[in-house]
């Protein structure tokens, strides 16, 4: 069980609670524990498993035999998960379907939830728990859909709140886009995807390629004396499948990073940070063990070198794959990878970083006539990068008409809907600047409200290049069969919420 990441995924800690739950509950002395599958696996395995001993042994073959859990010490009992019942409702409260876990809350009980929640944001005071009576409603919104979860109980509401948009995860990757439309489509896979996800309000399979290998989107034929549990689901790397093999072995390592700033009209950073990620594309045989060295100032000051070109990370997040016991102790980023593509970890930097497009406007209104606008855009990075698809997003009165613009570079447009002028650059290579001026015809009569003047947004991406500074300085590929693997590392610096105010 070395390579389960203790509380690095939604599953792993359900599944350890659960079990932690029902050692301390027994009255008998704890003896090792097996995790069984969820209803709809036993449902698919019933009929072979009442044929006696026989069927005992085969069943055990099937499932991982866990260790014994130590009793909890004394004091106050953990918040518990458990959610007793999932709905998803429209975008009007209508419910549109719903699993009922534990029986402990009456359906009837989501009649309250819209209500509530309209009485709440009349008031200014919505909060993502709501409660009525003894029930509590946790709950998200995505596209035109509310995701609510309810308990009576003193749950743990961050893994609620993980649980409720690992369903939307899991339901986009099935469905490609999730709405009501999707959903109303597709109720039968919907309930099987619910009756999988949880069990008993505690979730259980929650990786969507899992998932995939029984639940399809296609018809299923009935079969007699063929149906099976996945073995991934049982496996202590249940993440990925056994006997996947490639002609050609790589992986595939990109580095993202998005810059999130905010200028005050004046030219001061009010706010400045680097939210980056580590995403692999996996194509590797067998069941490799990975090793990946980033500059991390930690690891440096650990093994006593240099700090120059060495990075601190804050908030890391990582996959359920990587063991975090290594990681706590040596900084060793090691792991086996799940097939295919998939976020390794995720960082953070507040770090003071210099404006890598700085924008300067000029905007004069003239009373009943015009407006002219002037944009001056400078690359403040090195001089070997280029940003790419740059896009500059001006606002410009609600009232404005017949506009005429004039670029040094790229080409812009009006976009009314929205009131803003885009100012669109292919190429931005540093150390560059353009301009770009815009006429506008005003009524002669002003509005009476005074409008507020929002940021300008700029949209970019520079290849090749990160702002932090961070390196992958190795990736190590482990297999049984030895077999060769070629690693391939690629940069990327965009654009967060990077916004720049006018005067």
């Not at 389960?4 to 090792?32: D, K, M, N, Y």
Request: with cysteine.
């Amino acid at each position: 069980m070395d390579h389960i990441s203790p509380g690095s995924s939604v599953h792993g800690i359900f599944l350890a609670r659960t079990l932690e739950q029902r050692a301390a509950s027994s009255r008998r002395p704890t003896a090792p524990l097996t995790w069984w599958p969820s209803p709809l696996r036993r449902a698919h395995l019933g009929p072979h498993l009442r044929a006696g001993a026989s069927a005992g042994r085969r069943k055990r073959r099937h499932h991982r035999r866990l260790p014994a859990l130590p009793p909890h010490p004394p004091g106050p009992p953990a918040a518990t998960m458990s959610a007793s019942a999932v709905f998803i409702l429209d975008v009007k409260g209508k419910p549109l379907i719903s699993r009922n876990y534990k029986g402990d809350v009456a359906m009837s009980e989501i009649d309250h939830f819209m209500p509530l929640l309209m009485q709440r944001e009349e008031e200014g005071a919505l909060t993502p728990l709501l409660s009525h009576g003894r029930v509590h409603f946790l709950w998200i919104k995505y596209s035109n859909l509310y995701l609510v979860a309810t308990t009576l109980k003193n749950a743990n509401a961050s893994l609620v709140y993980s649980f409720l948009y690992k369903i939307v995860e899991v339901f986009s990757e099935y469905f490609k886009e999730l709405e009501e439309e999707s959903i109303r489509d597709n109720f039968v896979i919907v309930y099987e995807l619910l009756d999988e996800l949880m069990d008993f309000g505690f979730p259980q399979t929650t990786d969507s390629k899992i998932l995939q290998e029984y639940i399809t989107q296609q018809g299923n034929k009935l079969e007699t004396g063929k149906s099976r549990v996945p073995p991934t689901v049982t496996n202590a790397v249940s993440w990925r499948s056994e006997g996947i093999k490639y002609k050609k072995n790589e992986v595939f390592i990109d580095v993202i990073e998005s810059v999130n700033l905010l200028v005050n009209a004046n030219g001061s950073v009010l706010l400045s940070e680097i939210v980056g990620s580590i995403k692999l594309k996996v194509f590797l045989s067998g069941m490799p063990e990975l090793r990946l060295g980033l500059n991390d100032r930690v690891l440096f000051e650990l093994t006593g070198r240099s700090k120059n070109k060495s990075v601190e990370l804050e908030d890391v997040k990582f996959h359920q794959c990587v063991r975090l016991s290594r990681f706590d102790n040596d900084r060793t980023i090691s792991f086996i990878p799940p097939d295919g593509d998939f976020e390794l970890m995720s960082y953070r930097l507040s770090t003071q970083v210099k404006p890598l497009i700085w924008i300067e406007s000029v905007i004069e209104k003239f009373s009943h006539s015009r407006v002219e606008i002037m944009v001056k855009a400078k690359g403040q990075f090195k001089k070997q990068s280029v940003a790419n698809g740059v896009e500059i997003s001006v606002p410009v009165p609600s009232d404005a008409d017949s506009p005429r613009f004039k670029t040094s570079v790229g080409s812009a447009k009006y976009v009314p809907e929205k009131n803003t002028v885009i100012w669109s650059i292919k190429s931005f290579p540093g150390g560059k600047e353009y301009l770009m001026r815009a006429h506008f015809g005003l009524p002669s009569v002003e509005k009476e409200e005074v409008e507020g003047r929002p940021p300008i947004g700029v949209k970019f991406e520079i290849p090749y290049f990160t702002v932090s500074g961070i390196q992958v300085r190795y990736m190590k590929i482990i297999e049984k069969s030895g077999y060769q693997a070629l690693p391939w590392v690629r940069y990327i610096t965009q654009s967060g919420d990077y916004q720049l105010r006018t005067s």
